[in-house]
T-cell receptor, first 115, second 117 residues
Framework: DTGVSQDPRHKITKRGQNVTFRCDPI?????LYWYRQTLGQGPEFLTY????????KSRLLSDRFSAERPKGSFSTLEIQRTEQGDSAMYLC?????????????FGNGTRLTVT | DQQVKQNSPSLSVQEGRISILNCDYT??????FLWYKKYPAEGPTFLIS?????DKNEDGRFTVFLNKSAKHLSLHIVPSQPGDSAVYFC????????????????FGTGTRLQVTL
């Protein structure tokens, strides 16, 4: 399977703890995106990278959130001091440079539950 | 502000009939539109797309229509099959001035389609 891989699939944590998620994109894709989805809503954009450069961050991404893509391959999303409102599905997607004939390919997400 | 709107949260259609899912957008800078399908516990899967220079794109049973003046697009599925039962998301993007390429996708809230026997 050469699709987008996310780890872990589920994470339960207590409020105040830090969590880190990993995303491995499709190997030839140089763009990587993070989205968040809550119940009854569509995916909301958080941030994206082209290779190792973080090109855009949403205002949804508070100071407690940080994303990295150190070598332009896999990416990590860290949430510090988690809050109950952080409970959501975190989706990673990749594409080839944002060309119109290269839509985003999503992973199956990491479901975060903050208790 | 919800720039991409899917006003019907759910739709039920009989197998073999046509399913029509609607989407409206407010941002006139959007010039590329996509539909994604999502099954439970899976990520969204790309279905079909259309650029603003076209008003129709067809792929098998799926056709997307774009009405730029009305800022409206629709997805037609003919004939509908039980395996089409899923949540369908409309998404849109614009050219990013800084890079000259498409940037992030903005999604609607989704329409849950149920195809009944």
């Amino acid at each position: 399977d050469t699709g987008v891989s996310q780890d872990p699939r589920h994470k339960i944590t207590k409020r105040g703890q830090n969590v880190t998620f990993r995303c491995d994109p499709i190997s030839e894709h140089n763009r990587l995106y993070w989205y968040r989805q809550t119940l009854g809503q569509g995916p909301e954009f958080l941030t994206y990278f082209q290779n190792e450069a973080q090109l855009e961050k949403s205002r949804l991404l508070s100071d407690r959130f940080s994303a990295e893509r150190p070598k332009g391959s896999f990416s990590t999303l860290e949430i510090q001091r988690t809050e109950q409102g952080d409970s959501a599905m975190y989706l990673c997607a990749s594409s080839q440079r944002g060309d119109y004939n290269s839509p985003l390919h999503f992973g199956n997400g990491t479901r975060l539950t903050v208790t | 502000d919800q720039q991409v709107k899917q006003n019907s949260p759910s739709l039920s259609v009989q197998e073999g009939r046509i399913s029509i899912l609607n989407c409206d957008y407010t941002n006139s800078m959007f010039d590329y539109f996509l539909w994604y399908k999502k099954y439970p516990a899976e990520g969204p899967t790309f279905l079909i797309s259309i650029s603003s220079i076209k008003d129709k794109n067809e792929d098998g049973r799926f056709t997307v229509f774009l009405n730029k003046s009305a800022k409206h697009l629709s997805l037609h599925i003919v004939p509908s099959q039980p395996g089409d039962s899923a949540v369908y998301f409309c998404a849109a993007s614009a050219i990013a001035v800084s890079t000259g390429t498409a940037s992030k996708l903005t999604f609607g809230t989704g329409t849950r389609l149920q195809v009944t026997l």
